[in-house]
């Protein structure tokens, strides 16, 4: 981009300008924007940053599902992403998004535009008090008057986006108040801009033509920085011709990737293995990653892993671990925590008793907590934790999975069992197939899909995809385009599982405008009618006593009688409906060559989702005694 002279007040698109320069500067390649007339400037200067090569950007209508947008753009590349919204309530409908990135630690940048301050008070439209609003919410909050050069305050911002010793990673807000004109005196700007092909040829005369459409194909998956070797170039646009766009980001920089990986300690745990035998659990909470499963497999402890936790994998992970705790109860000594424990009773239960010693593992500030209120006790780094959890005795991790088996076993009767006679799937099965049928990243949804999926999943024997979710707030908002995003910053067809509230609640993140880029992504929706989730906890009970009954239904469970097919085919998606495992694989199973957006509904068991549960414990208790 070109450089900017800054005078003594700088007009608005020239503060613009300067805004996105920061945001580049700072590492950012994604922004996401919302169409306004006051945020015209900070449009006009993205046009001229995207031309230029060093900034994708993405354009939807609704400012709430904008910001979901932005937060799974954040979340897949594990840099800051802006979200760009006009004056007045537009700003607020970013709340949302916000506070999941809040309490998820994701590096989300609200940029919004305000009206200058002689307008504010005097009655101007779509002007309100915008400085400051999300201040409880954010890591920084800064206000950039109209007229002022903004660099400072921007490169404040998103440094405290990326957080410190005292700080989590998380999101900040940038308040950029323009005085008019709000539009560029002329075209020069614009017209000066390079195509990456053109920057490239100019840059690096020495390569091929050849070379230089490897790098022009490099560049539109991932903006490629300036100041690279040609060596450096050579080399990643070889690996992406080797590996194909298929693999995600690639390598863009010397001694970085695009998803900035962090550098894994296990083999610190295995070199510091301690003397001590102790019958120790790991409890792998969402986002805990693979070191949990290192970590357990170093030193033979059982493994009671979340789907989300991207660490359910390896021999030493159970798949009903929140029934097979029961056996081992009075047996546990110690339990190490890594990840935010978000789905299980259980779980929760073991990790609340005063007789067993917990830790927590935390290297850094977390986002999701203080940790002086959690009763476990920090450990730093993984020789504390190792030293903390001890090994497991002979035979520990063997008899948890031999009893995990058998609940298993138990578990699937009783699924098959219930779907011979209901003639519907069950959600666990359905949730199942799913997993199983995974190929790339995939999004699970709050409510009763994660949870479903937290029953039946099995283990992998490696990594397998990349399991996103919005756990920060464990709320159902904007989880389409959420995984939208994932699938824009991932560069892979994505899937996302969800409910069918869940898929009604954020139905308008299915709007591609047609002048952008289209998410390869599938939604896959167990639709049982309403939020039968309620059915499953304290309400149910309510329900089942008779005289709440239609008010459990009416206020909890909510039934829509829409029809989701319907609905998608509506706004362009490839959508259809089905009933059984056999389509359900078969559907999964042509995601892998299917292109666009795509819809699968599948009928579920709508009726006593709790007496399913009930059922479900009793045989996994039965096969423990």
Known sequence: ??????????????????????????????????????????????????????????????????GFLALGLSLASNAPVAVVTTSGSAVANLFPALMEATHAGVKLVLLTADRPERLHGTGASQTTQQAGIFAHHTRSSVHIPAGEDPTAAVAEALVATLGNKQHAPGPVHINCAFEDPLYPPNDAMITAAEQPAERAARQYPELSDVELLEIDALAAAVPVPRALSCETLREAAARRTEHGAEHGTEHCAEGTTARGTEESAVHRTGSERPDVHRRTVVVAGHDAGEEAAHFAHALDLPLLAEPSSNARHGENALTAYQFTLAAFADQIEAVVLFGRPTLS??????????????????????????????????????????????????????????????????????VAEREH??????????????????????????????????????????????????RGLAGIDGTISTAAGIALAERRR?????????????????????????????????????????????????????????AVDRFFRVPHGLDAVELALAYGWDAQRVSSHEHVREWLDAGRTAHGCRLLVVDTEREKPRELHRALAAAAAEALA
């Open 1 to 66: 981009m070109p450089s900017m002279s800054v005078g003594p007040s700088v007009p608005a698109v020239e503060s613009a300008r300067l805004v996105v320069q920061g945001c580049v500067s700072a590492g950012m390649r994604h922004v996401v924007v919302a169409p306004g007339s006051r945020s015209a400037p900070l449009a006009y200067a993205l046009a001229e940053a995207e031309r230029d090569g060093v900034l994708s950007v993405h354009a939807r209508l609704d400012e709430r599902e904008a």
């Open 494 to 550: 994505t899937l996302a599982f969800m409910g069918d509230v869940t898929f009604l609640y954020g139905a308008a993140g299915m709007l591609v405008p047609s002048l952008e880029a289209v998410p390869q992504l599938d939604v896959v929706v167990a639709d049982d009618g309403g939020g039968t989730i309620f059915s499953t906890l304290e309400h149910g009970t309510v329900a089942a006593r008779g005289g709440y009954q239609e």
């Open 345 to 414: 009773r259980p779980i929760n239960a073991l990790l609340a008793r005063d007789d067993i010693d917990s830790a927590i593992y935390a290297p850094g500030p977390l986002a999701w907590c203080e940790l002086s209120k959690r009763p476990e006790t920090p450990v730093r780094s993984f020789a504390q934790a190792a030293q903390f959890a001890g090994v497991g005795p002979q035979g520990w991790v063997e008899a948890w999975r031999e009893a995990d088996e058998r609940v298993v076993a138990a578990v699937s009767m009783v």
């Open 421 to 470: 006679v209901t003639g519907r799937l069950t959600g666990p099965s359905l949730a199942a197939d799913v997993w199983s049928g995974l190929s790339g990243p995939a999004v699970i949804g709050s409510s009763r899909p994660v949870r479903d999926m937290d029953i039946a999943a099995t283990p992998r024997r490696g990594r397998g995809p990349r399991v996103y979710a919005n």
